[in-house]
Structures are given as C-alpha cells and as structure tokens.
C-alpha cells in the first residue's frame, strides 16, 4: 500500500516536511491518526492527521491510490473555505521518514488545531430537561453549524460522517471537522473496500450503509436529525435502531415540540428523496419553530418527486463498534441525473494521430499555475507538436501549438452567477431568455429533469440549489461563452488546443460522468486540466468560427468531434472553459 501501515504512530519530537514538529497524538479515528505538532516555521501549533484508514488493510495499492487522491481533492476545495463553524485546512502534504528501520511514505493534512471539546460536551447525557435549554442550544450551536455545513454543501462536498465527535468547540464556536469520508456527489466509490461502511452507525443515513457512493448531501441531514434527536432524548443507545426515522417521545405537552419533531421526522425520513432536501430548508425550519412554534410547513406528499423504492431485508451484522442488529437496504433510485453515453471519440482520435504529442520546454519566467479573474484557476500547458494521420479534422500533417493557460475545469454555475450580476443592467430577460447586446447568452430552463440550476428572482440571479454550485454551466451559447471569457480578459479555447490535450489524454480516457456532476470530481489529465470530453465545449476556429467541441449527445446525429455551430444555439450537455495566450 505505497509504503503506508495502517498502524504507524509517530513519536513526539518526530518532523514532517521539515517543520512540522510532533507534540502528541490526539486521538485515532477510522481515516487516520491526529496530533498536536508545532509549525517550527510560523511559530504556530497546528493539527496534523496521517491518512491511514484503517480498512486500508483490505484494499489493494490501487484502490487505496484511488481512495487517496479523492480525499486529497476534496481537501483542496476545503482548504478553499472560510467560514467560521468549518475547521481551516492549510494543506494535504506527503513526507517520507524513517520509521523502525523502514522507510515510510506518510500523508498528512494539516489543519487549524482545535480544543479538545466537541459538540458532545455541550450536550446533556440524558437530554435537555427544559423546552428553553433545547431552542438555546440549537440556536447557539446548531444553526453555526448548519450555515458551515451549507457552505461544505455549496462547494460539492458531502461530509458523510456528521456526529456530536467530529463538531469540535473552539472558544464559543462549534466547528464542523473530520472530513476524512467526505468526497464529491457523484465521486465514484471504492468498491469491494472497507471505505464503503466507514461511518458512524448511529448518525449513518440507509443509503449510504447500502452504498458509500449513493450518499448525497442529504445523507449529512439525516446525520443532523439525529443529533437534534438526542437534544432532547438523549445519547443515541442500543435501544435505537440504526438507519430509521426517529421521533420525539413526548410531545403533548409542548407546540414546540410537536413542530421540533416533525422537523426531525422529516429530516431522517429513510427515504432520501421524501427528506429535507437541502441543509438551507433544515435551518430555516428551525429557526421558523422557534420564533413560532405553530409555524409547521405541511409534510411531503407521495408522489411530489421520484419513489424510493426499497425493498428491506434483515440480516445480522455484529460490528466491532457498537455491536448492534442493524437492517441493511437495498436501494433503487429513480436518479434525477442524467447519464451520458459514451461517444465514439477515442476511437476518431486514434485514428487521427500517429503517436502521443512531442511537448516542448515551458516559457521561461512563467508561473505554472495562475489565478485569473472570474476566480478561474489557469494551468501552463506547455508548447506541443502532434503528429496528424492522413484523416484528421485539420488536414494537416503536423500540428504545432505554443504555450497557453487553460482553466482547470468547465466554468461553473456559480462562477457564471456571479459573471451576470456583475453586468445584470446590460441585460434582457425574455421568458427564460438571457440577453446580451439582442443576443441570448443563457437559457434560464429545465432541460434536464429535475435540474434547473440557476434562476432570476426579479432581482439577481442565483443558483437555485447550492449542491449544484460547482457543477459545470450548461444551456449557454456561443455568445454568453464568448462574453463570458471576455469579461475577464480571457478566450474560449481553441479547436487545435483541445484536440491536443484529447490526444494527451487517450490513455487516461474515464466514462463520462452524469449530469449534472461538480467538476471537482472530473478526471485529472495532462497539466492537471479537469475533464476534457466530459462534457461537450464551445471553442473557436483558427479563423475565429465558433465550434462545439466533442460529441454533443443533443446532437447525436453527427458523429464530428468538432463542429461548426450557431453561437445563438444552445445545448443541455454543452460547457465551455476559458484559456490565455502565454505571452511575455
């Protein structure tokens, strides 16, 4: 397992990188071990956690590979946010040391060091004796809470492992910690791994026992009924079936208790999809109740969205944590996501070049990563030459391409939000239509079932639903990819440009993921672009024609991997990112 053990413990005094000094172990959880080390650079204590799941024992090198790089993909994007009730990440590093005579690959996070409270201390062992102990409490800790938590769910990240222990208490402050299972929506699982039922059993949603990689973000809300549950009733015992809806025991004699249990019905109904469906809704909720006890929103209705259909099967699982008789569910989802079949565009790319691309040396005195405006991240692809077969779509026999910056992934939904408030008095809205200059840059309309990312409130516009924040932009036309790219300084890429990183990529080839899917979870290629043909992208000619590059399954009778388009069209399975020419 690359030189990992599952059961390393470092010895005080121990370094890291060359300056993070251990102090003492913390504590060991199911993805690793946490200690108290000191920044011998920033003068600074800090929390160090060593990756090693200790289901690591039974996966193979690939799958711990695999389950490694997705963690350290979700820690970037968290290390991104800054909320007061989510722990700073400060980075995800690998060292090797000597360890009993052995040399030892360790991979670390380091994070904000936190006290040692957790959310549990708050809490009373047996429940809250009075109604006003319960409201000041959710209103002190858990509404903190949720609003972080909202924020972890608007960069595409599920926690999937929410308790009491993993909140942890810093000063006055709840803060939400231990992201060691969470990963994107739709990040593939590791499958036939024990990675698949890490989770705390007690707080754990049905599906995400059943499959790992089918929990969304409602699989966190069904974690944070719970704990609102054991405000009142107590620590969760033996005695509470895993996996179930639970409900307050006595609620006669109080309206905010009856409303506070509907509440919690509602958020660990075992049906996904007849749950709370986002963490906003959760906390407007609570705070509703507690301003007005009788303020109760009527419960979901059969037959409002797509059925769970769940057929319940009892078996026996004794676990070395809780020791508990547990049900296990086999779940069948009809997705609201749509999958996108696979184009025949390898095969045309193999057929199109004679060999991988010859890459040339990168510029001089040119920063490999750049932050462009629009809050796009611009990788340096270096300078290419690409030998062509006789059919190709250039009809040429070499293609030679200089240096330029590419973004590593599709613009997203957020990031195109913010690009229409910025300019939202140059524009039009006719029915769904976005208008720039008489032109339509966006359609503002449900085309795939049940997704309709980004709506217009009469006075901005906004992502309706913040799990769909970093998933790419889709329904944009030629015009709004151009206006878009432009607003910053910035340009579509170009047709040789993507043909180029296809070729570079051919060996690392992955299915096309569902939509919509955060573009964090997008395969890493060449120069660590995300995604190229993942999704079909706007592009321009040399001439400056505007082009759809990729197999765009709405217009699946044609089989061209690149394509001249109508730049006022739209498409539901069409993107486009944005590059920069690498000039002195």
């Known amino acids: 397992m690359n030189e990992i053990t599952t059961h390393m413990l470092l010895s005080p005094g121990t370094i890291l990188g060359g300056i993070y000094q251990i102090i003492r172990l913390i504590g060991k959880g199911g993805m690793g071990t946490v200690y108290m080390a000191y920044d011998l650079s920033l003068d600074l204590k800090v929390a160090i956690k060593v990756i090693s799941p200790e289901g690591g024992e039974s996966m193979d090198a690939a799958e711990y590979e695999i389950a490694l790089k997705r963690f350290q993909a979700e820690a970037r994007i968290v290390a991104q946010i800054d909320h007061p009730n989510v722990i700073r990440i400060y980075g995800f590093k690998q060292d090797t040391i000597e360890y009993m005579g052995q040399s030892r690959t360790v991979d670390y996070l380091v994070m904000e060091l936190m006290a040692e ?32 938590l909202e924020e972890v769910h608007k960069r595409g990240i599920v926690h999937r492992d929410i308790k009491p222990e993993n909140i942890f208490m810093k000063e006055k402050s709840a803060k939400l910690a231990d992201f060691g299972l969470s990963m994107g929506f739709d990040f593939p ?10 989770g705390t059993l007690a707080y754990m949603a049905p599906e995400q026992y059943n499959n790992f990689s089918l929990a969304r973000e409602t699989a966190d809300i069904f974690a944070i009924g719970r704990i609102l549950f054991e405000a009142v009733e107590g620590k969760i015992t033996e005695k509470v079936t895993p996996f179930k809806q639970v ?36 906390r407007e909720r609570l705070i509703d109740i507690g301003e007005c006890p009788h303020n109760v929103p009527p419960a979901r209705k059969e037959g409002n969205g797509p059925q769970w259909k769940a057929q319940v099967q009892k078996v026996l699982l004794i676990t070395a944590v809780l020791g508990l008789g547990v049900f296990t569910y086999k779940l069948y989802v009809d997705s609201k996501s749509i999958v996108v079949p696979e184009p025949q565009q390898n095969i045309e790319v193999q057929q199109s070049v004679r060999n991988q691309p010859d890459y040339g040396e990168l510029p001089q005195g040119f920063e490999q990563l750049i932050h462009g405006d629009g809050n796009s991240m611009l990788h340096l692809v270096p300078p290419m030459e690409l030998e062509l077969g006789l059919e190709n779509p250039f009809g040429e026999k070499l293609l030679s391409l200089d240096a330029f910056y590419l973004s590593e992934s599709p613009v997203t939904n957020e990031q195109f939000v913010d690009f229409l408030n910025s300019i ?3 524009l039009k809205n006719v029915d769904s239509d976005v208008l720039l200059d008489d032109h339509i840059i966006i359609k503002l309309s449900e085309k795939i079932r049940g ?46 440009e993507w043909f180029a ?10 299915d096309r993921l569902p939509l919509p899917t955060p573009v964090i979870n997008y395969p890493q290629g060449k120069f660590d672009i995300r995604g190229i043909n993942q999704i079909a992208e706007w592009g321009k000619s040399e001439k400056g024609d505007f082009l759809i590059l990729g197999q765009a399954v709405s217009s699946m009778l044609s089989s061209t991997i690149i394509e001249e388009k109508d730049p006022s069209k739209y498409y539901t399975d069409t993107g486009f990112r944005v590059a920069k020419d690498a000039v002195p």
């Open 117 to 148: 409270r957790t959310l549990r201390d708050t809490m009373d062992e047996s429940g809250f004796e009075f109604e006003e102990e319960v409201i000041s409490w959710i209103t002190k800790f858990m509404i903190p809470i949720l609003e972080g």
């Open 189 to 198: 699982s590791v499958t036939g791994s024990m990675i698949e039922i890490f």
């Open 247 to 282: 409900q307050l025991t006595n609620t006669a004699s109080s309206e905010y208790y009856k409303s506070l249990n509907t509440v919690i019905m509602a958020a660990t109904d075992e049906n996904p999809m007849e749950r709370i469906g986002s963490v906003r809704e959760l």
């Open 424 to 426: 939202i008095d140059k």
């Open 451 to 496: 997704y309709k990312p980004i709506i217009f409130d009469e006075k901005r516009f906004l992502v309706q639903d913040p799990m769909h924040s970093s998933c790419a932009v889709l329904m944009v036309t030629g015009y709004g990819a151009e206006a878009y790219a432009h607003h910053f300084g910035l340009r579509l890429i170009k047709a040789r």
């Open 501 to 510: 990183l296809m070729a570079s990529n051919n060996n690392e080839e992955k």
